[in-house]
């Protein structure tokens, strides 16, 4: 299996644009994770899904931010309006279940 | 979740055993102990996990004290791609559970 795969990799935008990160997890994982990190805050959870279903979004900032899971197999966060502060690593994750969660490489935005 | 306590920085020397501390001081009894790494510019990567007995696997072993309040992660003979930030998490054994993440310990390894 390749992993989780997000894209792009990296994303430079200006304050006000829209943009959007996309996560394909692992096959057969049933739980999706999105994170963000940046030097002041580190590693915080954004929003997690079950099953497509979104569990918990109170890391989610503000209602600029917004994601979807429409099948098991892809999920998208998205900003509108980016802002500057929205600058960061924004890591997916899935899981199979009980144990393990496996990270994607991650997604670097700019946000001019 | 139990919060869990970790040095900032830990220097370590190439081919020596490293031995990364964690406090968990309020943990409960069905808490997990976690451990997770994240080389610089890589997503996090999952090392090892235990209840109250000592684990190993071929990255690493877990010591785990007897009240469960603290733990050691182990790596034998550390090399210098084990240079990374080192994260200690508790957490339940539930399905979709999120992690969450604190400052973890920064290891160097050196030459």
């Known amino acids: 299996d390749a992993g989780v795969i997000q894209s792009p990799r990296h994303e430079v935008t200006e304050m006000g644009q829209e943009v959007t990160l996309r996560c394909k997890p692992i096959s057969g994982h049933n739980s999706l994770f999105w994170y963000r990190q940046t030097m002041m805050r580190g590693l915080e959870l954004l929003i997690y899904?079950?099953?497509?279903?979104?569990?918990?979004d109170s890391g989610m900032p503000e209602d600029r931010f917004s994601a979807k899971m429409p099948n098991a197999s892809f999920s998208t966060l998205k900003i509108q309006p980016s802002e500057p502060r929205d600058s960061a690593v924004y890591f997916c994750?899935?899981?199979?279940?009980?144990?393990?969660?496996?990270f994607g490489a991650g997604t670097r935005l700019s946000v001019l | 979740d139990a919060k869990t306590t970790q040095p900032p920085s830990m220097d370590c020397a190439e081919g020596r055993a490293a031995n990364l501390p964690c406090n968990h001081s309020t943990i409960s009894g069905n808490e997990y102990v976690y451990w997770y790494r994240q080389i610089h510019s890589q997503g996090p990567q999952y090392i090892i996990h235990g209840l109250k007995n000592n684990e190993t696997n071929e990255m690493a072993s877990l010591i785990i004290t007897e009240d469960r309040k603290s733990s050691t992660l182990i790596l034998p003979h550390a090399t210098l791609r084990d240079t990374a930030v080192y994260y200690c998490?508790?957490?339940?054994?539930?399905?979709?559970?999120?992690?969450?993440f604190g400052k973890g310990t920064t290891l160097s390894v050196s030459s």
């Open positions: 998490i508790v957490r339940v054994l539930q399905a979709g559970t999120a992690l969450i």
């Open positions: 899904f079950n099953n497509n279903v979104p569990i918990d």
């Open positions: 994750a899935s899981s199979p279940g009980l144990y393990i969660q496996y």
